[in-house]
């Protein structure tokens, strides 16, 4: 297979090159923003509040799954990264070929999981009586396309890693414009509700999948590959988990403490069951910067640590934090004097909007907060220090996000407010320990061979 002209991510300026990568990362995670943003809007607009609570619940259970994929296939990430970095293009193709074994049988093994125990996750998510049904149906058919999550996910971190933000920027636009029509089709045109949105999610997935794979083919790769590279290799499969199991893990507790919040939400009724899922994914579109630059600064410390310009990673770091703080100030500013604004475009029941306001007031603290913990997560996870990265999420969910809501949630008359605060709390803590570890590991910040 021909290779492509090198990627620029170890040359040049700075800034400009960690920009020009992240903006088209920025903007496919906006577009996968929307993707999961249309079920919501659509079933709020079209369908009604008992079915928008089970996309709520529905979609929270699959965010986390979809996290902890995204944390495990940043080891294929970081690994190919290094491998370009250090010009060794064959390895990084029998690499990946190992990771998409590994990934098929995560694949199958959490398929066979999730369809048959749709009303039992629905049961332990304390699912409110009059959106069950709805829950478990979305849950259940979601289900059925964790093949195609997985394979998106493999595919995006692959092309990060060799400095490539333009490919998964097209296969998740593909994604979003099925999404949006199947969910106008089957939600408003034939009032299918949560399920309709279901089927819509997993229709769009497999359509991108496939578009990616023939995309793929057509496409000049910056390593070598071949079907014969399709095989488990034990020493690439260790690198990938080595970076990627702590990240997941991570990914795992940390969507977990989030996941707890919609328990507890959802003990306090449908309408604050609704109102967080919908500020779920409005917080999703205000921590957009943040999550670009984490993803974008691995790739580019992986690849410049790779190439053993160490320097070049440490300035990456700080021009990223200070430029996603302007962002975050924005964001900051917006959800805290727009929140119904931006929450009106989710949902047409304005007790739902109020309420989503007032968890939104809580979270603009953290997208100042988010600017500076994301960009460091990045830089770690870049230099191959995922078990740190793992201390220091499970830290923050478990030691103070979990225990900070349900102390809010004991409050008389707490509302959607006090249990927003566990996270810019959370946020807070996890930063003074990322500070004290770069400290720690100032130049000894390499990938463990």
Avoid: W
């Amino acid at each position: 297979m021909k290779q492509s002209t090198q990627n620029k991510l170890t040359q040049g300026n700075i800034l400009k090159s960690l920009i020009s990568f992240a903006f088209p990362v920025l903007l496919a995670l906006f577009l996968q923003a929307m993707y999961g943003a249309a079920d919501l809007i659509i079933v709020g607009k079209f369908a009604g509040t008992y079915e928008q609570s089970g996309v709520a619940s529905g979609s929270q259970l699959f965010n986390m799954i979809t996290m902890i994929i995204t944390g495990l296939t940043m080891g294929v990430t970081v690994f190919v990264g290094d491998c370009i970095g250090r010009g060794n293009r064959e390895k990084a193709g029998q690499g990946i070929g190992s990771g998409i074994v590994l990934f098929s049988a995560l694949a199958l093994l959490l398929t066979a999981l999730l369809v048959p125990s749709s009303d039992l996750l629905s049961e332990l998510m304390h699912a409110p009586a009059e959106a069950f049904t709805q829950t478990s149906n979305y849950i259940k058919i979601c289900g059925i396309g964790t093949v195609f999550i997985i394979a998106y996910n493999v595919i995006g971190a692959v092309f990060r890693g060799v400095g490539d933000a333009k490919t998964p920027l097209l296969t998740v636009a593909v994604a979003c414009l099925i999404n949006i029509l199947g969910d106008l089709l089957l939600v408003a045109g034939f009032g299918m509700g949560a399920s309709g949105a279901a089927i819509a999610t997993v229709s769009a997935q497999a359509v991108s999948v496939l578009f990616s794979l023939h995309f793929i083919s057509k496409k000049t790769l910056p390593f070598s590959f071949s079907k014969e590279y399709i095989r488990f290799e034990k020493n690439y499969v260790k690198r990938i988990l080595a970076v990627g199991v702590p990240i997941g893990l991570q990914e795992m507790l940390v969507q977990f403490s989030f996941l707890f919040i919609q328990v507890v939400v959802n003990r306090m009724g449908v309408v604050e069951s609704a109102a967080v899922g919908v500020a779920e994914k409005v917080c999703v579109f205000l921590m957009l910067v943040a999550s670009a630059y984490m993803q974008s600064i691995s790739a580019f410390v992986a690849q410049n640590n790779g190439a053993g310009a160490y320097n070049r990673s440490k300035k990456a770091l700080f021009y990223g934090i200070k430029t996603a703080l302007l962002a975050g100030l924005l964001m900051s500013i917006l959800s805290f004097f727009g929140g119904a604004m931006l929450s009106s475009a989710f949902s047409n029941e304005s007790s739902v909007i109020a309420s989503a306001h007032e968890y939104l007031k809580a979270y603009s603290i953290d997208c100042l907060l988010t600017a500076i913990l994301f960009c460091f997560i990045g830089y770690f996870n870049g230099c191959g220090k995922t078990v740190f990265v793992m201390v220091q999420g499970v830290f923050g969910a478990f030691c103070v996000r979990i225990p900070t809501v349900f102390l809010m949630s004991q409050i008389e008359d707490a509302s959607l407010f006090h249990i927003g605060l566990g996270t810019p709390v959370s946020s807070a803590a996890q930063i003074v320990l990322c500070i004290a570890a770069y400290r720690f590991y100032n130049s000894i910040c390499t990938i463990e061979k």
